[in-house]
């Protein structure tokens, strides 16, 4: 009998490998024609999965993590057309039915059929559906023609499949953060985190002509790494205040674009810097992105926060100066970025070397057996994307 592994959420700063049932093509007690079975090549560890593991979610214990899957098919159901058996495909980590509104609209962020509590759903995440999670030797993937992404060339796949498996969400995240912030050629654009999706976000700015890339962090080796491919940087640390370093660079306070890559767990600034304050970066994005210009939100927000600083924080109330965007004619972009918007023509720039992703989020390749310890290295601020290889597919250098 095929046997599976994958890692196991079980409590506050507690992940495991486990046993694991193997998948089948079912959604409960009925078959699941539309889908295929992937044997993994790589799964990637995400700062949303470690909001889980912080305890910060409502996520229940033996939760199997992962949303960012690369794979091959070794399965394929009976009504799948298109992808064949042996192909190596990207997963968007949305999960989408390309049957509802909202997928025809090319929204696949908020499906309105995959998740019977809210629209959007995703693998092996909090209040997403209960997929079960692709960190893991092999998992189920519905909708299989909609929603994979087909790599053109197995051998070419393969040679660039630290950059590719970033397609399932780190890069279009970030990009989409861009591309809602306005930013294009000529731009400059402030970043607020030097975590995986800020540094896939700084690159994407670069990939769309932005002239100026400032990101900025709290950690040094974070804000080091994204020097390494061209940025500037802003230490949030410092007293000086984030207009003040960013008027050193540019000669004013002030940019065309700002996003957002932290999300809930913002920490406050200068003194306050060690001190949780889930709204200072969007009201500093505010304060500092010019007037007539746009916020990307693609930083994770909550509903339900057990570890808020205060009791609106534990349900996602939190004192924004929504005064200060309305008399700045601000416009902002939340939610989960719609992977399939972007996803094939970031493929297509990477295998065409116009963006080199893995180099800039700073790629190390573990194993299944090793995940606990990338969370660990992970939560500790470590400047490295970590993506786990669950059958050591390809070499680590």
């Not at 989960?336 to 295998?351: G, S």
Request: glycine letters at 12%.
């Amino acid at each position: 009998m095929a046997t599976n592994r994958g890692l196991a959420y079980m409590g506050r700063g507690v992940v495991e490998v486990q046993s694991i049932d193997f998948p089948k093509l079912a959604l409960g007690k009925r078959k699941c024609h539309h889908g295929v079975i992937l044997k993994i090549i790589s799964t990637n560890i995400c700062g949303s999965d470690q909001h889980m593991v912080r305890g910060r979610t409502t996520a229940p214990q033996g939760l199997i993590l992962g949303h960012e899957i690369t794979g091959e098919v070794i399965e394929a159901g009976r009504d799948v057309e298109f992808i064949k058996t042996g192909d190596i495909v990207s997963v968007p980590f949305n999960i989408a039915c390309g049957r509802c509104r909202n997928c025809k609209e090319r929204a696949t962020g908020i499906c309105l059929n995959v998740n019977p509590s809210r629209p959007g759903a995703a693998y092996g995440y909090v209040d997403m559906g209960g997929w079960i999670g692709g960190q893991a030797e092999y998992v189920m993937v519905p909708y299989a023609d909609f929603n994979l992404l087909k790599f053109p060339d197995k051998a070419q796949a393969m040679e660039k499949i630290r950059d590719l498996t970033c397609l399932s969400d780190i890069l279009p995240t970030g990009y989409h953060g861009a591309v809602t912030a306005g930013v294009t050629t000529g731009s400059t654009v402030y970043i607020a985190g030097a975590g995986p999706v800020g540094l896939a976000c700084a690159a994407a700015c670069q990939l769309l002509g932005a002239a100026c890339v400032i990101v900025g962090d709290l950690i040094p080796a974070r804000l080091a790494q994204a020097r390494s491919f061209g940025c500037q940087t802003v230490d949030v640390s410092k007293s000086a205040t984030v207009g003040e370093q960013i008027e050193d660079i540019l000669g004013v306070p002030e940019v065309d674009c700002g996003v957002d890559c932290v999300g809930f767990e913002a920490h406050g600034q200068g003194a306050d810097s060690k001190k949780e304050a889930p709204a200072t970066v969007l009201n500093s994005l505010m304060t500092i992105t010019r007037a007539g210009g746009a916020l990307g939100i693609p930083g994770l927000y909550v509903t339900e926060d057990p570890g808020g600083t205060d009791e609106n924080a534990r349900f996602g109330n939190l004192s924004i100066r929504i005064g200060l965007g309305w008399a700045k004619s601000h416009h902002f972009t939340t939610g989960q970025c719609p992977v399939m918007k972007y996803n094939r023509q970031l493929m297509m720039a990477i295998l065409f070397d116009k963006i080199k992703i893995a180099k800039a989020v700073n790629v190390q390749v573990i194993s299944l057996d090793e995940g606990p310890q990338g969370y660990q290295d992970f939560d500790k601020g470590a400047a490295k994307k970590f993506v786990i290889d669950p059958h050591g597919s390809f070499s680590r250098k």
